[in-house]
């Protein structure tokens, strides 16, 4: 079964860090570009971030409001995303969800498997 | 970055009703859309991708269309398990952008 099961959340006080595991079962992960997206209570969904593939140099790329302050790894030998969050504010409270990315063709892309979600809340 | 404005925020439907929702995008994504159903304590569920491709297991009722700026994700016969909050996502350029969200409610 494709899967994907997100752990590491939980409280944590602003200024804090916090690291995220996504671990991936059912296909090839280090063939696949993967992502971070959010939703904060009440709120609509966020992208947080991604890392590429091997083939594309593990490049990453990041939403404006978390650069400089999140890093997204991957170890491919785990079938393992992380998502590595520092300096952390109120803001970034928020259910954290990893997706794989599917090309299809040369031009698009599709989110096609999400992970269940972690909770991250940030307060002190 | 792109913006991606949805309408209606939230529509009331029933049952059986054909339902459309909007999404605009602030310049040209050629066909660089996504469609996804969120229900709440759930993941998003993809839906629809390169703006009008329906996502292997997805009903046939949901369909997507428009390239440029100008897109829309139509159900015909609303199902009691397609009420939802329902979002676009541009994957023409970085960042990735989401709408806002349409709540679709009884």
């Known amino acids: 079964e494709v899967q994907l099961v997100e752990s590491g959340g939980g409280l944590v006080q602003p200024g804090g860090s916090l690291r995220l595991s996504c671990a991936a079962s059912?296909?090839?992960?280090?063939?696949?570009?993967m992502d971070w997206v959010r939703q904060a209570p009440g709120k609509g969904l966020e992208w947080v971030g991604r890392?590429?593939?091997?083939?594309?140099?593990?490049?990453?790329e990041y939403a404006a409001s978390v650069k400089g302050r999140f890093t997204i790894s991957r170890d491919d030998s785990k079938n393992s995303l992380y998502l590595q969050m520092n300096s952390l504010k109120t803001e970034d409270t928020a259910v954290y969800y990893c997706?794989?990315?599917?090309?299809?063709?040369?031009?698009?892309?599709?989110?096609?498997?999400w992970g269940q979600g972690t909770m991250v809340t940030v307060s002190s | 970055a792109i913006q991606m404005t949805q309408s209606p925020s939230s529509l009331s439907a029933s049952v059986g009703d054909r339902v459309t929702v909007t999404c605009r995008a602030s310049q040209g994504i050629r066909n660089d859309l996504g469609w996804f159903q969120k229900k709440a304590g759930k993941p998003p569920k993809l839906l629809i991708y390169?703006?009008?491709r329906l996502q292997s297991g997805v009903p046939s009722r949901f369909s997507g269309s428009g390239s440029g700026t100008d897109f829309t994700l139509t159900i015909t016969s609303l199902q009691p398990e397609d009420f939802a909050t329902y979002y676009c996502?541009?994957?023409?350029?970085?960042?990735?952008?989401f709408g806002q969200g349409t709540q679709v409610e009884i």
């Open positions: 390169a703006a009008s």
């Open positions: 996502l541009q994957d023409y350029n970085y960042p990735r952008t």
């Open positions: 997706a794989r990315v599917s090309h299809i063709g040369a031009d698009n892309e599709a989110f096609d498997i």
């Open positions: 059912g296909f090839t992960f280090s063939d696949y570009y």
């Open positions: 890392t590429r593939n091997k083939a594309n140099s593990y490049t990453t």
